[in-house]
């Protein structure tokens, strides 16, 4: 017979009971016995509903993460894309600008060299030279053709790139410069797009004279037209221009001299300077007189005598630094506005000697070409060949000047990088001459650092807000030159698509700095 001892019971009861009291609170738990309390029902419900929110908000945070994945993918398409076109669209940029000296031969040298020839052996009735002439001329036109046509292709996806940007900006001068530029490149593209057509019929017109085509003549007539009527719209695509430079030139002229505009403030601040100079001296006077008093409250009366004299000063040197700011400014708006117009004269010029000129007298050849070939056949035409040379010394005598100006621009900028610094800022080492002579014949980089920009950001600090870095200083009838000058340059309010209040305040938005100085730029260099 066993037996168990006292701690063998005593260890048994318990966790029997211990079992019994908790299925009993499990079951009354569930059916709403007495054991369990209202406290912990509540407890219980209190956990379910916290693990479904829990649960619900794991849930919601998945279809995010996977929703924001989704669309962090097609961002990352679009921008995959957008950085594909951007590279098309350099590359070919580039490619251009390497064929345009080889263009810019063959249009002015080439060419006409081969009209002459033509000329010739029609007079001289010369069959290896006529068909010399036009193999030479077959050449021409083609290298003409892929000029163009890759210009063209290139103006298409620069109007496009613009139009998108115009339609993002809405408003403002970040706006205004995408449209313009939108507009510009469209017009571009669809004088490139007549222009390759223009060279299409030119290299038929020279196959068939290589064959000894029997619609010769048709052909060459139909060059003649086509070249005629691109050089008439191109030569009334200059006129326009040039009426758009002289209108700008006439609104900056009629804002005058700043010296005699601001010459009335510039006298106020200077008697504003004078009387607080007079002042600071009666201060010191007083100051001397109480520093000779001997009395009662000596002390005193000297210490409020040395604040009014410190106090004086400072109101002095705060007029006479007013004064010099003023008249830095009116030199400066004086500079500015003497470069827009030169800027709108020169522009004049090139589009009245390259393209009014130019292309109309290109024009006039191409017209008797089309004349002589339906009329003479292929007669010799020594007008036609007088003409199309005329034309053609007049447009690359403009692209010579152009390329020469902007080599030496690069040259500047490169050998001199700190006379167009942007102020506050370490300019770059200057190049070596030859290095600066590498960088100068690489002409399809454009100038990112030259006169312009800085002109540009002088304009913008005359007419920017208090709030824009530079530009606290400047006096109220000084800001409203610089906005009337924006205004002359075709960045005013109605430019920019905003009231009044609202253009203002763009010009006292530092976000917007960078905005502004490339409109400004962009206008300085437009009609």
């Known amino acids: 017979m066993s037996t168990r001892t006292p701690v063998d019971r005593t260890s048994a009861s318990p966790s029997v009971a211990t079992l019994a009291a908790a299925r009993q609170r499990r079951e009354g738990g569930r059916v709403g016995g007495s054991s369990a309390t209202s406290a912990e029902r509540a407890l219980l419900g209190m956990q379910a509903r916290v693990g479904n929110r829990a649960a619900t908000a794991a849930v919601q945070r998945a279809r ?25 669209a350099g590359l070919l940029d580039r490619f251009k600008k390497n064929l345009e000296p080889i263009d810019t031969f063959i249009k002015g040298v080439q060419t006409p060299a081969n009209a002459g020839f033509s000329q010739q052996a029609a007079a001289a009735a010369n069959e290896g030279l006529k ?4 193999a030479s001329g077959t050449s021409a036109a083609s290298g003409n053709l892929l000029t163009e046509a890759t210009g063209t292709v290139v103006s298409g996806m620069d109007a496009y790139k613009n139009m998108k940007d115009a339609r993002k900006h809405g408003t403002g001068a970040g706006h205004h410069t995408a449209n313009k530029k939108a507009r510009t490149k469209g017009t571009d593209a669809v004088v490139g797009a007549a222009g390759s057509g223009a060279y299409s019929a030119a290299i038929a017109k020279e196959v068939t004279k290589i064959q000894k085509a029997a619609d010769a003549a048709v052909a060459s007539e139909a060059s003649g037209i086509a070249s005629a009527s691109v050089a008439a719209l191109k030569s009334a695509r200059a006129v326009f221009r040039i009426g758009g430079a002289a209108r700008k030139y006439h609104k900056v002229k009629e804002l005058g001299d700043p010296h005699l505009v601001h010459a009335a403030s510039l006298a106020r601040l200077n008697e504003s300077r004078e009387q607080a100079d007079w002042a600071a001296a009666e201060a010191y006077v007083a100051l001397d007189a109480y520093w000779k008093h001997e009395g009662e409250g000596r002390l005193e009366l000297i210490g409020e005598a040395v604040d009014a004299a410190w106090e004086a000063m400072g109101e002095a040197r705060d007029a006479a630094e007013t004064l ?7 030199e400066k708006l004086s500079t500015a506005q003497g470069y827009a117009k030169k800027k709108q004269l020169t522009k004049i010029g090139k589009e009245t000697v390259g393209g009014a000129l130019g292309e109309s007298t290109k024009a006039a050849a191409g017209v008797v070409t089309a004349v002589a070939a339906g009329t003479a056949g292929l007669a010799s035409n020594p007008v036609g060949w007088g003409l199309a040379g005329a034309g053609a010394g007049l447009v690359l005598g403009a692209t010579l000047y152009k390329a020469l100006r902007a080599a030496t621009k690069r040259y500047e900028e490169v050998r001199h990088p700190d006379r167009w610094a942007p102020q506050g800022e370490t300019p770059a080492e200057a190049a070596s001459r030859s290095e600066s002579l590498k960088h100068a014949l690489k002409f399809w980089k454009k100038v990112s650092k030259g006169e312009r920009q800085a002109m540009a950001r002088e304009i913008y600090a005359l007419a920017a807000g208090p709030d824009i870095p530079g530009s606290g200083g400047t006096t109220e009838e000084m800001r409203q030159s610089g906005m009337a000058l924006l205004v002359a340059l075709k960045a005013g309010p109605a430019d920019h698509k905003l009231e009044q209040d609202a253009w203002v305040a763009s010009l006292n938005d530092p976000s917007k700095t960078a905005g502004w100085i490339q409109e400004i730029a962009e206008q300085l260099a437009s009609g």
């Open 64 to 88: 995010e993460a996977e929703g924001g994945g989704a669309e962090n993918q097609g961002a990352s398409a679009g921008a995959e894309r957008k950085s594909y076109r951007d590279r098309i």
């Open 131 to 134: 068909h010399s002439a036009a």
């Open 324 to 330: 010099q700011r003023a008249e830095r400014d009116v």
